[in-house]
């Protein structure tokens, strides 16, 4: 049985910017016009959620079968994230803009509790492994959870151990391609995904 917080990280970012457009068009001639809005330098501060980690596991023995059971729940609060861009700048616009995006936090953002489980079972040379976790995502109004199913097999050798291991992960999230002034009529997009991973590693003991 163990158990783990993990405090806030605290970042700062630097942001160099600049951008431009050009756009033609057609009236009787052709017309072009463009636009640089010059060099920039964006400063700012975030802070990510604490998160609490409770672990359970236990080890057996059936005659020459080994092995071990393990099961992760992790909880976090995505709304104690923390957005500050007045630590550098304290301009009106900016500390209205500062209170907009941890607004937006607070409204749009959650809390989740995670599940991790894993297991492995030896007979003499031979390993196999299974594992499942299940991830909730940080927007309260979505349903979407992120699901990821893990497998494997191990070979040792004195001199020589060797591992195979899948990975299946399955999970929908949400995407704007852009945005409107009213966000009620953002267009949203649900995409649901299917990814298999495979790896090998061979090892040599000298």
Not at 126 to 148: H, I, M, Q, V
Request: hydrophobic share 35%.
């Amino acid at each position: 049985m163990a158990g783990a917080f993990h405090s806030p990280t605290w970042y700062r970012f630097t942001d160099d910017y600049s951008s431009s457009m050009t756009y033609s068009f057609i009236d009787q001639k052709q017309e072009t016009y463009s636009y640089d809005s010059g060099d920039g330098t964006f400063e700012y501060k975030i802070t990510t959620p604490w998160r609490a980690i409770g672990s359970l596991g236990t080890t057996y023995r059936v005659g020459d079968v080994v092995g071990f059971v393990n099961a992760d729940i992790e909880h976090l609060d995505y709304t104690n994230a923390n957005y500050n861009g007045t630590a550098f700048n304290s301009s009106p616009e900016e500390q209205k803009w500062t209170n907009e995006v941890n607004g937006q936090i607070q409204k749009r953002l959650g809390s989740a509790t995670n599940l991790r489980l894993g297991t492995e079972v030896g007979y003499k040379n031979l390993r196999l492994r299974a594992g499942y976790s299940w991830e909730r995502t940080a927007f309260n109004a979505d349903d979407f959870y992120n699901n990821k199913v893990s497998f494997g097999i191990g070979f040792r050798e004195d001199n020589f151990f060797m591992d195979l291991g899948f990975r299946v992960a399955q999970y929908s999230e949400g995407y704007n391609p852009y945005v409107v002034l009213d966000r009620e009529l953002d267009p949203l997009a649900v995409i649901d995904t299917k990814r298999t991973r495979m790896a090998l590693t061979l090892g040599f003991k000298f």
